[in-house]
């Protein structure tokens, strides 16, 4: 068996790294960038468990599960993921398939849109005995509406694999939240629903943003039943089947977003703006309106948005998306969104008068989900995987 492995370049070169007595992160990385097959990642993974750091075992393992996509731009190697690294442990779903635990987005194409809803008492009814209300927005007229987002993603490497995803989102506060917390003082401008996105806490020593509203997600639909096992499951999150089509031509982007039985959801059609600072000055506006202060963030910080979802009236679900970038804001257009209501989440959003006013544009998304809860006691899939058992599982 020996003789078998030393015979991979992979392993010849993972032998010579490991001379030191240590495979580290960049050593992780140049065996990462040989050619090679998951089943060479397996074996390194076997051969030198104990020599492995923490962050060159992450790498490694999640190639060996999940091979990095061919003719996707890499961006495993961020920073964001050695902070939160894979940690060997996978997690079986009701349907019986073995994945990492860690749900962590690498790479994609994601377009959010921020806007207000008029039918207030609606979208209070969607998040009824959960301990939350929408944060909203009050006009200098009297007028109160609340926000939502609708967000629609094309990813392209995950650690569940390639997938595409929509998600129903309101911007949420504690339920009776003093009116401080509860409401912002909106600009008619239309860029005050992307403050819900902002308002939050800085901190320059560990450069980490942390959002004061929580993102309330009512309804996700996804491409692969994998992803919606590990929401519905992990992350209490209503998913159910759909599918979403991305057309890029130039700065022209369009996104059909269907059921899973076909109906129409949404159409968004954009044409991209070439400057991505041009919108700030209404965003800047309308934070003064708000009273908030308005400053861009430094390169590098890591923006942490507390999330929480629940599957019809079960208990909530709580965990935290967080990320290093942050999106390209423009206007949007008349027609820009167009909300189908033969499919149910098309429906929603036009029962609850949702209004798009901003647009926000990420080329290459990535992130990382972290806090969810581990399986309950009567349901415990979550395992260590060890070497033995990491080549067990993976040739399954």
Known sequence: MLTALRSSPMMHEAIKLASDGEIGNSDAIALLQMPHSSEEVREVLTAFDKQLTREARAKLTLDAFVPRPAHVQNQRYEPIFDKYPISGKTYTTASGIVVLNEVQYYNGEMVQIFGDCVNVSRVREALAWSGYQPLGLRYRDGRETVIAQFWSHNLTDTSLRPYNAMFIVVAAVREGAPDCDAFIKADDNGASSVLSALRGSFNPTTAVYENDARLFFVRLLDSTKVAIEVGRERMGTDKRPGTIDLTHTGRQIAFSVKDGAGHKVADINVTLTEDPHAYLADVAAAAATAGMPF???????????????????????????????????????????????????????????????????????RGVVTGVPEPSPNRQRVRIVGPTTAVRLLRK
Do not use: C, H
Request: without cysteine; hydrophobic residues 40%; aromatic residues 12%.
């Open 295 to 365: 400053n861009p963030f430094p390169s590098g910080t890591e923006f942490v948005y507390p999330s929480v979802a629940r599957i019809g009236n079960a208990p909530v679900v709580d965990w935290q998306w967080r990320t290093d970038l942050q999106p390209r804001l423009q206007s949007v257009k008349p027609n820009t969104v167009v909300f189908d209501s033969s499919s149910d989440e098309g429906a929603i959003m036009n029962t609850w008068g949702f209004r798009p006013q901003v647009l926000g544009y990420l080329a290459n998304v």
